[in-house]
């Protein structure tokens, strides 16, 4: 990871491809990386859409080591969907094998003249940059299917499907899991959006000849990892709950505390959720000649996915994440797994976020195109609107905030145009002020204070609470951003919060790999920083306190069973950033 | 003028009327009325289509006189549209008849639960507030035909079209004029669609048994009234381009200067500007037997419109405006009048602002959805689309923002949601300062640089250079402030501008009515006011320096002929609202 690869799609005469020294981006990765150069770089009044706007596309500090877990990659971009700041990231194989390759970041820039679709494939030789008009249109697994003839499988694919091409808000960029399937999405923000509206249809990743990131200090990094994973293995999150039933296990959890949104969020409890459980789910998988158990890139030791097959035990996707479940399911009151499943894998293909998705299709039933329940009708709408790009479709397509204000809905669950995810901040606090104090737009991965509120992961603050959500929340985040730089999946937060030792061994993984010394203060620091550039470019871009709030209904529609509004002040939410 | 009535739409059991003084807006009217009562009253982070969000419909200080040009109405909310403050203002009869019952506003608030629909009779007698859900979905022109046969002609009607009732962001407010046609619309922001959430679908007003309002010195008033008509008849504005053309007779004059915005802002002239002249119109309309010269309300001396009928010589529309004509003229490459008059007609019908719904369509043209230049594929869409509602309609109908987002394109020439009026801000910089400034979104009105940068009334400001445009349009829109809580028309400007005696008929009008010493200073001071409230609103509603900019390819594309960007600095800019 000792340069950077910029690609300049706008140039006369062509995409150009120039290389520089990584500089001042050494030491960092994924989230650090994106969010500082796209801070520093990209006008915050720029059109998300236009040339002014970059993608990076970064792995991880750990990302193509032997370290465990340290697979995502993070992709950073001026949001089309937003107009925030955005840093998404994914699983699967890409940041492992970008990282080998060598490069700290690629970086799209400019915007290409014309109706030609390019592909850049990047490998040991280089980075060629080639016009490919015969994958105009097509969705994500016949695409990758179409790349693997030609490419093979040794490699790993970032595509975008129609959707991307068609620059919809909700688009999101696949990274191929190990058996090549475009699973694993960088789904929030809209970033396949930017990566289309740059006429770039797939990046092909080859570290063919390229070996392992070496660490520093082997033998301290080889212990380290092997503390770090068994910390994993013996939390109850990381060692139990997850490996047996995906983050899905949290259906039955969340519905229990009365924090599952049902039919736009109308309901914090959902009749069919047990229908809908990781259980349940990891039960079919099973029955079906799937797995409830595999990891989205090699060196995942926690294993939180799976796969669906469909009832004559075919391939049919991945195991959908609980936010999709949710989303899919009981936000839009449908019960059915075999529905989620294929809008699951629809999304996939199309290349769409799960989430903005299924809220925007829930928030088309409130709206009335089709009925709560309805899991035929949405796989229609997904099918004959989305796929095809009809003006109903596209608007779907660009989230849930558009189709509500179009489709005339007041009740539109979502922060800085982002939709909300699968928990209600009105009997779960804590999750409410870190949708409406990101920096990326309501996003529960930002600061999980699930793991506090409900899962007493890292303490325990009452969720029905005021108390103590704010300086949650905050700490949450600023941990969360140290994390995403790392390239780790943020599910080791569960043990390195829980389990001091396994939060050095954390520690002394970047230390060993690195020849640092830091500290549980440096990390603090790091998430900081990364925190302080993304909220700088957010305020030059026009936002201020007065977006850090949640709409208006989580303030004045109390939801059963516990009967409670969201009521944390607003001068509480302004202290967040103050630290 | 002397009460306030609130219609309270959401009251247990059915809408309530309260009654109470006009306190501390004694002496207010049109926008300083509105814009005061709603900075002090609505939660700038209320949803606008809420229970949260008011509707105040405000006839001007001397509306309901015997004062020549004082029939604008003023309604005011948080906007849909923009998420700012609005006021929008429209001619037609409703001010006058509004005043002379008495009130200095009308306040619907709060949101009525279930389907039903609302009409509400305002009379000597008081306010009724009565269900007609046979009026459900009716458009302007047969619903006011309907209403007529109820209560009949000697009354003023504001109603909404379904576009209003669908809560398209676009939506207008529709005031009859002195022929009881449905042609006068607070246009802008999407007002129609506050009324609609409130199921407001009608408000009659009728001032059987009223008088005019007695200034507090009749003689003065008389004498003050006579030199202001003289001055307006004396202009070269007022006295003769406009009623002999209308407002259309810009078309050849903004052509001719190279700021026509032809096909969605690729050129700074059209072909085709001949043949939509003020004066080609003008002709036509006279040939067929329909008026070029014609008042929108009673007490008008300028006469800027007038009758425009088809080719079988029957009432088609009133004379559309030169904004109307470019918006669904050149801006769409369509050089036929016929063609744009049926589109007035429908906005008109319908109920759409027509700058909106005019830009709307000619993004999508750049999108892909019908060509440019293609007439028929506009009036297509208009009955097709979005007269019946359907997806895409609704899209259009949420204003040209909102279509370019969902439908790919990048080029979307909006100010806070609202679309650009038929000024290129390149070749004319003052323009583009009130347009990136105003606190209304992008509006020509709120500070008529055009006077200055082109006309050569209050000045002359070369419109091709940056300097003097911030000073300009500072004190175009303070004036402008103030002129629109007259309840005059703002064409007034034209002569108090240039004519110094007409300015101080005009405040020997407001002097001798209200029996005050309003100066020059006065005027400025009632202006700062208006805005300064509704600035402090937008700050609230999260709005900064950073929101008062144009979009990016005014900054980034020069435009043919005079090939300028937009060039007036941030900094600049930033120095509108220091006074």
Redesign the interface.
């Known amino acids: 990871m000792e340069k950077i690869a910029r690609i300049d799609m706008g140039a006369q005469g062509g995409p150009r491809v120039t290389f520089e020294p990584v500089g001042e981006y050494a030491g960092l990765g994924g989230r650090a990386t994106t969010s500082i150069m796209i801070a520093k770089e990209v006008?915050?009044?720029?059109?998300a859409?236009?040339a002014?706007n970059k993608l990076v596309i970064a792995p991880g500090m750990l990302s193509g080591s032997a370290g465990a877990m340290t697979g995502r990659l993070s992709v950073g971009c001026k949001s089309?969907l937003t107009g925030t700041i955005k840093e998404s990231n994914a699983g699967g194989q890409a940041a492992q094998v970008l990282a080998r390759i060598g490069y700290a970041a690629i970086v799209l820039e400019g915007k290409p003249e014309g109706d030609d679709l390019y592909k850049i494939i990047v490998s040991a030789e280089g980075i060629k940059v080639e016009v490919d008009n015969s994958l105009k249109l097509m969705d994500n697994y016949p695409l990758v299917e179409k790349l693997r003839a030609q490419y093979g499988d040794k490699v790993a694919y970032m595509t975008i499907g129609s959707a991307g091409e068609?620059?919809?808000?909700a688009a999101s960029i696949a990274c191929t899991d190990p058996e090549l399937r475009p699973t694993r999405h960088c789904g929030r923000g809209g970033v396949g959006a930017v990566m289309g509206?740059k006429k770039v249809k797939a990046i092909i990743l080859d570290d063919a000849g390229m070996k392992m990131r070496p660490p520093k200090y082997p033998d301290k990094f080889r212990d380290a990892n092997r503390k770090f994973v068994e910390g994993l293995r013996k939390h109850p999150v990381t060692g139990e709950g997850l490996p047996a039933y995906g983050t899905n296990v949290l259906t039955n959890v969340i519905n229990e505390a009365g924090g599952y949104p049902t039919r736009n969020f109308r309901s914090g409890t959902f009749e069919g959720a047990a229908k809908l459980s990781g259980e349940a789910q990891a039960e079919l998988e099973i029955k079906r000649g799937g797995t409830a158990t595999h990891g989205c890139h090699r060196g995942c030791v926690i294993q939180c996915s799976g796969i669906y097959n469909d009832k004559n035990g075919n391939y049919l996707t991945k195991q959908p994440e609980y936010e999709t479940v949710w989303a899919h399911g009981g936000h839009c009151g449908i019960d059915d797994l075999d529905v989620v499943a294929e809008l699951d894998f629809l999304d996939d293909n199309i290349g769409l976020d799960t989430i903005d998705m299924g809220v925007a299709i829930g928030v088309a039933m409130d709206a009335g195109?089709i009925k709560f329940g309805d899991g035929e009708g949405a796989i229609r709408l997904m099918k004959e609107e989305v796929a095809k790009g009809t003006?109903?479709g596209?608007?779907l397509g660009?989230g849930a905030e558009?189709t509500g204000?179009?489709?005339?809905v007041?009740k539109v669950p979502v922060v800085k145009g982002q939709a909300l995810p699968a928990y209600d901040p009105r009997p779960i606090q804590g999750i409410g002020v870190t949708y409406a104090t990101t920096t990326m737009g309501a996003d529960h991965t930002a600061g999980y204070a699930i793991a506090t509120n409900i899962l007493k992961s890292g303490g325990d603050v009452d969720p029905l609470k005021v108390e103590g959500q704010v300086e949650l929340s905050r700490n949450l985040q600023i941990a969360t951003a140290a994390i995403d730089s790392t390239g780790m999946c943020l599910f080791i937060a569960f043990a390195i919060l829980d389990q001091p030792e396994t939060f050095q061994a954390f520690l002394d993984m970047l230390n060993a790999f690195y020849g640092t010394e830091l500290t549980g203060d440096s990390v603090v620091e790091l998430g900081k920083k990364v925190l302080s550039a993304e909220r700088d470019f957010n305020a030059?871009?026009?936002?201020?306190k007065?977006?850090d709030?949640l709409?208006?209904?989580f303030y004045?529609d109390p939801i059963a069973p516990h009967n409670q509004v969201f009521s944390v002040s607003d001068e509480e939410m302004d202290q967040l950033y103050n630290w």
């Open positions: 006008n915050p009044l720029a059109h859409l236009g002014e089309p068609r620059m919809l808000y509206s195109i003006p109903l596209r608007l660009c558009i204000k179009v489709l005339g007041e030059r871009a026009g936002f201020t007065y977006h709030r709409p208006r209904f004045t």
